[in-house]
């Protein structure tokens, strides 16, 4: 007796918990997760049910099928957390159609081990904000008639490695390096993305949806640009070392100047079984920017070598797979000698991921990562009237009390 009422008690609390949702919509959220019946009921935390008399029972996996045919109601607790595994808001659900998936981003990405995988949810969610996100700021660049920028798809893969890295030195103006006491790395980058963005390029540090429990993997992306001649876009993954950061920025900054738009997983100069031809041509308009040929050659390659490229890639705020590749290209050392450096520099990687211990607070890193271009554009903006607070707030992630704080 005592089961029956348990069993009829739970029964009675879903059905009067259960929420109206479009079983059609539920199967392509998690289709477009990318997400097998087994992964999300994992992610959603659905548990099996045992059977009971002569009722059967049911693997998660069962339970979200059954819910997906529309046999069994949607609890909303579940809702919940069906929403929070494929990285949708609740309301997707309650839609009588899947929504239409504006998707111009092209996938160069070239990782030997994930050729052609679904994107994650949560990298799928990070590039529905940044669409989003270049949207408004499109729509605010239009309203105050900025003119079009004329670098942007001014060059074509097809021209010549030293005169597209030429046309960046430019629009940005002269190497920081030279013209500025660049002490390391990170100094390195914020002098190139400062020089980017005054250029009229936005420059973002986007790798989570919040936080690190959504953290996007390097596998997925280490760059991402929209080759907008009104906005153009690029968002660096800060999951990233600085060194390889400032590869990666280079690297984006090709894409804007030969027109294509998309999101790339390169790894430096290494050199993938996928690798494809616009990607190989902007590794090298990035590595030219960074270590031009007519200075490398003058280097001394001494042994021990990796001792005498790390000293080049200190002089040259780069990595020392950036040199080591580059010294290859240009013979100065042989295919097994980079192959050494290389793995020395991964296996060095893997003892010391991060660069940065500490830091100043959160306000100052959120600014940080937004840029002062994306926060300044959308703050005006909402003075001006063309957006409200809450719509400034949302697109750049932080709450409308944390606004001023973030701006200063």
């Known amino acids: ?9 739970e029964v009675t609390m879903v059905s009067s918990h259960s929420v109206p949702a479009n079983p059609t919509i539920l199967r392509w959220a998690r289709e477009d997760a990318g997400l097998s019946l087994e992964e999300a009921a994992d992610r959603a935390k659905i548990h099996p049910l045992k059977p009971r008399g002569q009722k059967p029972g049911a693997t998660p996996a069962e339970r979200l099928q059954s819910i997906e045919s529309g046999e069994h109601p949607l609890s909303s607790t579940l809702l919940k957390a069906l929403a929070k ?12 159609i899947p929504p239409h998936k504006e998707e111009f981003l092209a996938d160069f990405r070239t990782v030997d081990s994930r050729p052609n995988t679904a994107d994650s949810p949560e990298f799928s969610a990070l590039k529905r904000r940044i669409i989003s996100l270049h949207k408004a700021l499109k729509d605010i660049a239009e309203a105050e008639e900025e003119a079009p920028l004329a670098f942007v798809n001014s060059e074509t893969s097809n021209s010549s490695v030293s005169s597209v890295a030429a046309a960046i030195r430019s629009v940005l103006g002269p190497d920081p390096r030279k013209v500025s006491r660049i ?3 990170a100094e390195f980058f914020k002098a190139l993305r400062e020089q980017a963005q005054h250029a009229g390029i936005y420059v973002i540090l986007l790798g989570d949806l919040g936080s690190h429990h959504s953290a996007i993997p390097l596998e997925e992306f280490r760059g991402m640009c929209i080759s907008d ?4 876009m690029i968002v660096i993954n800060p999951n990233d070392t600085l060194k390889a950061r ?11 100047f030969i027109g294509a738009t998309g999101y790339c ?27 031009p040929e007519s200075e490398l050659i003058k280097e001394n390659f001494q042994e021990p070598l990796m001792q005498s490229i790390d000293k080049i890639a200190k002089k040259f705020k780069v990595s020392s797979i950036v040199i080591a590749r580059r010294a290859k290209d240009i013979h100065k050392i042989t295919h097994s000698d980079y192959n050494y450096i290389v793995q020395t520099c991964i296996e060095r990687a893997r003892s010391f991921r991060n660069d940065v211990r500490g830091g100043p607070d959160a306000n100052a890193v959120m600014a940080f990562h937004l840029g002062k271009k994306l926060v300044s554009t959308l703050i005006n903006a909402a003075s001006n009237g063309y957006i409200g607070f809450n719509d400034a707030s949302s697109l750049l992630g932080i709450s409308v009390a944390r606004l001023e704080k973030v701006a200063r």
Request: hydrophobic fraction near 45%; include cysteine; glycine fraction near 4%.
């Open 1 to 9: 007796m005592k089961k029956i009422f348990i069993y009829f008690f």
């Open 85 to 96: 595994a494929y990285r949708r808001p609740e309301i997707t659900f309650f839609l009588p």
């Open 183 to 185: 002490r390391d790395e």
């Open 229 to 232: 001649s009104l906005v153009p």
């Open 246 to 256: 400032v590869f990666s920025l280079l690297h984006e900054i090709c894409h804007i």
């Open 265 to 291: 997983n390169g790894d430096g100069v290494i050199k993938s079984h996928y690798d494809r031809a616009q990607e190989t041509f902007c590794n090298a308009v990035a590595a030219e920017y960074l270590v």
